[in-house]
């Protein structure tokens, strides 16, 4: 059983106070494993999004997600059921410039494809002109 290295002190206005069992902790003569903090900020960029390399690559991920949001809106689905992120990504990794370039892409099969194909190559299309 894992012995307690902090108690709360309610006479000290419940501050927290080490115990005997933190010394060999404190020492180095042990050591502790501690789990890693659940990152929870909202409306900053996420791990998904810090594999954007630059300026371009986020305005296409941005346009790519309003297209997905408007068609999910449409359709009364979530966006995740119109493409995924991963799918997002590798269109704005691959750029792809043609149908056989789109079938390439993870989660685009022939349905997909029939469905959204010319909308996603239009978004590609003109996000690549605005580049050049």
């Known amino acids: 059983m894992a012995r307690k290295i902090i108690e709360v002190d309610i006479a000290r206005g419940q501050s927290l106070v080490l115990t005997e069992a933190c010394l060999p902790l404190l020492k180095g003569q042990q050591p502790i494993a501690l789990r890693p903090v659940a990152d929870d900020s909202r409306g900053r960029k996420t791990d998904n999004d810090r594999w954007l390399r630059t ?10 997600r309003r297209w997905r ?3 999910a809106d ?3 689905v979530p966006a995740y059921a119109v493409c995924s992120d991963r799918t997002l990504r590798e269109l ?3 750029k ?4 056989a370039g789109l079938a390439r ?19 590609l299309s003109e996000h690549n002109m605005q580049g050049e």
């Open 92 to 94: 704005v990794e691959q």
């Open 69 to 71: 949001r408007q068609v």
């Open 55 to 64: 300026e371009r690559e986020e305005r296409l991920w941005q346009a790519l």
């Open 105 to 123: 892409v993870y989660g685009l099969g022939e349905l997909k494809l029939a469905r959204y194909g010319s909308a996603i190559l239009q978004i």
């Open 74 to 76: 449409e359709h009364n």
């Open 96 to 99: 792809p410039d043609n149908s």
